[in-house]
């Protein structure tokens, strides 16, 4: 493991073994079926769990859902089943359209990088056409935003999972509802969950937060590749599967969580703050995190351990809403006494071009000149 940083690697924390979750990475199989069974007991009762029970839907997902569901879950969890019944031929009608001719071409650039070894993405599977037709009819669907390259590895992982058209309805869900605003021009909605973000930090981990804030390193620095593909090209695949099941489940906030273990467990250490004197050595560590922090059980096991609440999130968005504000108030304000300060040096000069004693010296110069050259 080279960081690039010093001439000794990343070495583990002695106790990290013993803080992983005890539950088995790879359970019998009698387990795994008695898993399945559940979630297709849930799955054909889905409304009634949701509704009346979801502390068991939400315990199951932190738990791991089944390989053999997961597409099914991920598509019942995100909502995608209700938005299909609203319009079951949109996907149909927008792939019939021609889209915007920019966008088409971004996509048929991506589609190919996207997860090039598994077997559904190499030139002889389906998946490289599944993706064009999943991202052309989103593009189209949200003409407003277009397309964005965070869009393809998020369908690329849907369509690892599910038909296109079942992918194309959790990508909508996803971006509409879950990562609302992230994808608009300016990405102000992710910029703000940044801000919140380093808020948290502050109460989960104090020194990392001044170590980043002493270095001046803005969150949209480490965390925007994170929260736009939602941890797809940061994380171990089996460590994403987890995080997603969750995810889906439970919202942006299993995003929030993600980051601040990340950023705890990479940055916690005296001896590593030692080696990142700058930001050109803090950012590599957030670009190639250590593989303890990223593995499966020590990550989905601190994030269920993490000292932070859903209050406290919710408080510290309203904090940087506020914050926001202020600071909008304060600009436009400058930007008020910039405008007077103008206006005044234009009253100003206007006066002295009409009234000023040099206007009329230079006037009467110019007579007198006038004058001299008619005698002459």
């Known amino acids: 493991m080279d960081y690039s940083i010093g001439p000794k690697p990343v070495e583990y924390p002695d106790d990290w073994l013993d803080i992983v979750t005890p539950d088995e990475p ?132 849907l369509l690892m999972h599910m038909p296109a058209e079942d992918a194309f309805w959790c990508l909508q869900a996803i971006c509409d509802k879950y990562l609302k605003g ?9 910029k703000l969950d940044g801000d919140i973000l380093f808020g948290l930090l502050k109460r989960v981990a104090p020194s990392v937060y001044k170590h980043l804030k002493k270095q001046k390193i803005e969150p949209v620095l ?31 906030k299993v995003l929030f969580r993600v980051a601040l273990v990340v950023l705890k467990y990479t940055l916690g250490r005296s001896e590593i703050l030692k080696r990142c004197p ?23 096991f601190q994030i269920g351990r993490l000292d932070i609440t859903d209050d406290q999130m919710r408080k510290e968005h309203l904090k940087q809403i506020l914050k926001q504000k202020k600071l909008r108030q304060h600009e436009l304000a400058q930007e008020k006494k910039k405008e007077a300060a103008r206006a005044t040096e234009d009253a100003k000069s206007r006066g002295a071009e009409r009234f000023g004693n040099n206007r009329h010296a230079d006037e009467r110069t110019d007579v007198n000149n006038d004058i001299e050259q008619t005698e002459l």
């Open 26 to 157: 790879n359970p019998p199989a009698q387990v795994i079926r008695r898993r399945e069974l559940k979630w297709l007991n849930m799955l054909s009762t889905w409304d009634h769990y949701m509704r009346r029970d979801f502390k068991t839907v939400r315990s199951r997902c932190r738990k791991g859902i089944p390989r053999s569901v997961r597409g099914r879950a991920w598509f019942y969890l995100c909502g995608a089943t209700y938005l299909q019944k609203k319009s079951p031929t949109l996907f149909s009608d927008l792939l019939r359209q021609e889209g915007k001719q920019q966008c088409i071409e971004d996509i048929r650039k991506d589609v190919h990088r996207q997860f090039p070894l598994h077997e559904i993405f190499t030139e002889e599977g389906h998946g490289q056409e599944d993706l064009f037709r999943v991202l052309k009819a989103y593009s189209i669907y949200n003409a407003d935003e277009g397309y964005c390259q965070a869009h393809a590895p998020i369908a690329a992982t």
């Open 182 to 190: 992230y994808y608009s021009p300016g990405m102000s909605a992710l």
């Open 222 to 252: 480490y965390m925007t590749e994170w929260f736009l593909c939602a941890f797809t090209r940061t994380l171990p695949w089996s460590t994403v599967l987890r995080v997603w099941d969750m995810f889906l489940c439970e919202g942006v």
């Open 278 to 300: 700058t930001m050109y050595e803090t950012l590599p560590m957030l670009k190639s995190l250590p593989n303890f922090v990223t593995h499966e059980q020590f990550l989905v």
